[in-house]
Structures are given as C-alpha cells and as structure tokens.
Nanobody, 123 residues
Framework: QVQVVESGGGLVQPGGSLRLSCAASGFSLDDYAVAWFRQTPGKEREGVVCISSGDVITYYVNSAKGRFTISRDNAKNTVYLQMNNLKAEESAIYYC????????????????WGQGTQVTVSS
C-alpha cells in the first residue's frame, strides 16, 4: 500500500527552525519528485520547493531560497524540509506530494499526498 506521512510540524517562534519529514512506504521515494506545499484557510495550496527524481531542486517561493533546504535520505525513504529563520506569515499546513518524475508547482499534478503537518510561527 502506497503511503506518505509528514511529521515534524509544531509551534516555533519567529526566527526559529523546524525540520519536516516526508516518509514513504510501499514505494521508493527516490524514483519520484517530491514537493512541499503549504496551505492556509481560504487560500490555494502553494508550492514551496521540490526535488526531482534526478535531484534537481526548484523553489516556487523566492523567500524560501537561502532559508529552506530540501534533501533526501534514500536509506530511510524520507525527504526532509529544513526551514530556518521562520516568519509568522509562513504558518500553514505543510504537505508533501509525490507521484511524478519531474517537479511541478501545480498541486493538481501530484498523485500521492500526505495528511499534512501544522506549522505555527508565533511568539
């Protein structure tokens, strides 16, 4: 059974850091692109960053460059999103998505999603 599970969200103060994990079972994540999206109530799901099956990284949010890092641990079948210097406006539910070889910022093009993990940036 194909399953994708996010973890690592929580409450952090502005300027703080979190590392999100996206763990897969039933298939190998390194065969696919993995993207992180985020969503707040009433807004469209927004692409943040993606790593392709060939490990090409694409950022969809310019403000994430230099602060967010996406990486793979193939031995653990997991993709990580390290987020540093977080801002209050980045509070959202963060989702990982996969199921395609190449990256896309369009959430409709991904087949497999996790349940999401809440990130709250607040003092």
């Amino acid at each position: 059974q194909v399953q994708v599970v996010e973890s690592g969200g929580g409450l952090v103060q502005p300027g703080g850091s979190l590392r999100l994990s996206c763990a897969a079972s039933g298939f190998s994540l390194d065969d696919y692109a993995v993207a992180w999206f985020r969503q707040t109530p009433g807004k469209e799901r927004e692409g943040v960053v993606c790593i392709s099956s060939g490990d090409v990284i694409t950022y969809y949010v310019n403000s994430a460059k230099g602060r967010f890092t996406i990486s793979r641990d193939n031995a653990k079948n997991t993709v990580y999103l390290q987020m540093n210097n977080l801002k209050a406006e980045e509070s959202a539910i963060y989702y990982c998505a996969t199921g395609r070889k190449f990256c896309s910022g369009n959430h409709y093009t991904y087949n497999d999603w996790g349940q999401g993990t809440q990130v709250t940036v607040s003092s």
